[in-house]
C-alpha cells in the first residue's frame, strides 16, 4: 500500500510537471510571438514617422541651401567691393618682374636693399618665389603679398 501511494505520488507530480512544462512552452512562444510583434509594430512607426518628417526634412534643406546660396552672393560682393575699395584708396598693386627700386621701396617694409635684391631675383613665376628664393622672410613677405602681382 505503501509502494502504491508512493507511486500515485511520482504519477501525480510527473503528470503536475508535464502540464507546467507544456505551459511553459506555450507561454514561451507566445512571448516569442509577442516580441515579434512588437518589434514589427516597432518597425512600421518608425517607417511611417520618416515617411511622415521625409517632406518636411527635404524643405528645410531646399531652404538651407537657398540661404547659403544668398550668403554666399553677398561674400563674393563684399570681397569685390573691399577689393575695389583697395584700389581706390591710393594702394597700388606692384608687378613683381617689372616695377622699378622706388616703386617697390613704396611697399611696407621694404628698403633700398630688400628692393634692390627683389631687383636681382627676377624673373618671378608667383609672388611667393620671394620667399623660396630667400629674398624675403615669410613674415616681410606677409607684409606687402596682398599689394605685389606677378604679370
Known amino acids: 500500500m505503501a509502494m502504491r501511494r508512493t507511486t500515485v505520488f511520482s504519477l501525480c507530480w510527473a503528470v503536475v510537471l508535464s502540464i507546467a512544462a507544456a505551459g511553459c512552452s506555450v507561454s514561451v512562444s507566445q512571448s516569442?510571438?509577442?516580441?515579434?510583434?512588437?518589434e514589427e509594430k516597432t518597425r512600421e512607426?518608425?517607417?511611417?514617422?520618416?515617411?511622415?518628417?521625409?517632406?518636411?526634412?527635404?524643405e528645410a534643406g531646399r531652404k538651407i541651401g537657398e540661404a547659403a546660396d544668398r550668403v554666399a552672393t553677398g561674400?563674393?560682393?563684399?570681397?569685390?567691393?573691399?577689393e575695389e575699395g583697395w584700389k581706390r584708396s591710393g594702394h597700388r598693386v606692384v608687378d613683381l618682374n617689372t616695377a622699378s627700386e622706388s616703386d617697390l621701396m613704396d611697399l611696407p617694409g621694404i628698403?633700398?636693399?630688400?628692393?634692390?635684391?627683389?631687383?636681382?631675383?627676377?624673373?618671378?613665376r608667383n609672388r611667393?618665389?620671394?620667399?623660396?628664393?630667400r629674398i624675403l622672410t615669410e613674415n616681410e613677405y606677409?607684409?606687402?603679398?596682398?599689394?605685389?602681382e606677378i604679370k
Request: aromatic share 2%.
Open 128 to 133: 611667393h618665389d620671394l620667399v623660396t628664393k
Open 111 to 124: 628698403g633700398r636693399n630688400e628692393a634692390r635684391k627683389i631687383i636681382a631675383g627676377r624673373p618671378y
Open 32 to 38: 516569442e510571438e509577442e516580441r515579434r510583434a512588437r
Open 142 to 148: 606677409a607684409r606687402i603679398r596682398e599689394q605685389t
Open 45 to 58: 512607426e518608425a517607417a511611417r514617422a520618416a515617411a511622415k518628417a521625409k517632406p518636411a526634412l527635404e
Open 75 to 82: 561674400a563674393r560682393a563684399a570681397a569685390q567691393g573691399a
